[in-house]
């Protein structure tokens, strides 16, 4: 789905180094590492944001020979942050997450029944006609996260997509994406080493504009959790699955 | 939410109401149904082409106001508080000074896109333009603008006819070619965008989301400023400034729930052509003596008064957003 080979970004004095990364679909990918460490960054080149160096390849396509229209039909982003200064309704919000599948000037029936499919499947249909002003942060974290799948884009780039989303909501979510994982390819930026470890199926971790690590759980050890993230941390397997206990500075 | 079509017929009616009354009543009162010749040619040559003029200004300067608030992503942008009439003005009044009329329209909206790139310039960060700094930036643009047209007016007695007309506004210039030019050019910026509507409720995101969501934003954002900088220009070579009701009339189709462009726009277009209608009549016949007050005098009063309101009302969004 995804090839990238040497790829160099530069972002003002920042510098994101990638010698090689194939991702297929069917992977729930974490993506990991301290603040500053070319997360988002690497999610902006994979936009198509940033002008880089290297060969990137979507669905077997050089990224630059794709129209811009089709780039955004092919990657559903949900940036870190959202700001609308509008008081669009819900409902329209998440319909215009699949502004990239129309004519540019009109929304089919069918975008309207997808927008209603995604709302009951992100179990916010209470929402649906208030205006998204008024929402809180979860709330609102939510309908952005039915906007961006509503686009049923193969590739989905999630920035932190669990920010202010209470427990058992957290929790569905990841369900959800699990569910979709099939047929897409799905990389999320976390902080939470023990969601990541849980419930995700590859680690790319970053370091300083570095992607150091880019396996299953198989080459994660605790000694290595230390070394990347600077802080100290149990590692505990229980029922094949591994759980993160984070104690402090290292 | 209210239907699109209830509210479009109701404000179609009422503009034509609004339309017929402000045909009926003047200096002289016109007889609709059966004029005398005199009626008639009143009617024609004078009354007729003015409150077409007025329509037009007013459904142009609440498009352009929408226009504005969609792309700065701000509620308190419109011609006026931008400094964009101001500075328009400022155009058409040095094309009057340098003797050549026939270029208004070209130099004012030359001169309005200069104050325009200034103004989202000093107030932009990353697309979003920032309320209060516009709003200063605008002030500051206004300021310069009234202070060269002043100096304009002192330097030539003659040429400048009254800097009252450019300041205030005012429809007594009206003629057919102007009425018509007018009309063509809200046709034109109504083909121009209409295939661009959708597009205009996305680019109300930050510029992050918008692109990722397929919308060319900066290609999108030159093409309304040049548009909303259009109508603007050609609005107020005609009829000089006219105050706040690019600001008024979106917010009362908001009130309405009509937030996508959509139905904001279409509804906007009625509104702001009933509102100045009935401002200019209440301008021509509020003093019982037949002078006329200046319309702008008309929405700068209403809009002050609704400005206000928005600020208070509102204060706790205004912080939020800057």
């Known amino acids: 789905m995804i090839e990238l080979n040497n790829i160099a970004v530069r972002r003002g004095g920042f510098n994101l180094m990638i010698e090689s990364l194939s991702l297929e679909k069917g992977e729930m990918v974490a993506v990991l590492g301290n603040n500053g460490s070319g997360k988002s960054t690497f999610l902006s080149m994979l936009t198509g944001f940033l002008k880089f160096q290297g060969s990137y390849r979507l669905q077997g396509n050089e990224f630059g020979s794709i129209g811009f229209r089709e780039q955004n039909r092919l990657i559903g982003l949900l940036p870190q942050k959202t700001e609308l200064n509008m008081p669009f309704d819900v409902f329209y919000i998440i319909q215009t997450g699949r502004f990239p599948l129309t004519n540019g000037y009109r929304y089919r029936r069918e975008d309207l029944q997808a927008t209603e499919r995604i709302i009951e499947l992100l179990d916010i249909e209470h929402l649906k006609d208030r205006s998204y002003k008024e929402l809180s942060g979860g709330e609102k974290q939510r309908v952005l996260l039915a906007r961006i799948l509503n686009r049923e884009s193969p590739v989905l780039l999630l920035d932190e997509p669990l920010n202010g989303i209470d427990l058992r909501h957290q929790h569905e979510t990841v369900g959800l994406l699990r569910r979709m994982k099939k047929e897409k390819a799905i990389l999320v930026v976390m902080h939470d080493l023990s969601l990541a470890l849980r419930e995700f199926d590859r680690f790319l971790i970053f370091e300083k504009g570095r992607l150091i690590y880019t396996s299953g759980k198989e080459q994660i050890s605790r000694e290595r959790l230390v070394d990347i993230f600077d802080v100290e941390v149990d590692l505990l397997e229980k029922d094949g699955k591994l759980y993160v206990h984070t104690r402090g500075k290292t | 939410m209210l239907k699109k079509p209830l509210v479009i017929l109701t404000s179609l009616t009422g503009l034509l109401v609004i339309a017929a009354i402000a045909l009926m009543n003047g200096a002289v009162e016109i007889d609709l149904m059966n004029p005398t010749p005199i009626q008639k040619e009143i009617l024609l040559s004078v009354r007729a082409p003015r409150v077409l003029l007025a329509g037009l200004v007013g459904a142009s300067l609440a498009f352009s106001g929408a226009l504005f608030q969609y792309v700065m992503k701000n509620p ?31 130099f004012s909206l030359t001169s309005g896109l200069i104050g325009l790139y200034a103004v989202y310039r000093i107030s932009s960060v990353k697309g979003s333009v920032r309320p209060i700094t516009m709003l200063l930036a605008g002030i500051v643009i206004h300021t310069f603008a009234a202070a060269v047209i002043s100096l304009m007016k002192f330097l030539s007695d003659d040429s400048v006819s009254s800097i009252i007309f450019w300041l205030m506004g005012g429809f007594q210039a009206a003629s057919l070619t102007n009425t018509l030019i007018m009309a063509i050019t809200l046709l034109f910026s109504i083909l121009v965008l209409y295939r661009e509507f959708l597009s205009l409720d996305i680019i109300s995101f930050d510029d992050t989301t918008a692109v990722s969501s397929g919308v060319d934003v900066n290609k ?65 016949t509020a003093l019982s003596d037949g002078r006329e007050l200046s319309v702008g005098i008309i929405t700068s009063f209403v809009g002050g008064l609704f400005f206000l309101y928005l600020l208070i009302k509102r204060k706790r969004e205004l912080d939020y957003f800057d």
């Open chain 2, 76 to 106: 308190l942008a419109d011609s006026f508080t931008t400094g964009v009439s101001s500075s328009s003005a400022m155009g058409a009044v040095l094309a009057i000074m340098a003797g050549v009329v026939g270029l208004i329209p070209f």
């Open chain 2, 220 to 284: 999108l954002r030159r093409k309304v400023f040049f548009i909303a900088a259009l109508l603007t220009a050609i609005s107020v070579g005609y009829a000089g400034i006219i105050g706040f009701v690019g600001l008024i009339i979106p917010h009362l189709a908001r009130m309405l729930r009509l937030i996508k462009a959509s139905d904001l726009i279409p509804v906007s277009l009625l509104f702001g052509a009933a509102f100045m209608i009935s401002s200019d009549l209440v301008a021509r």
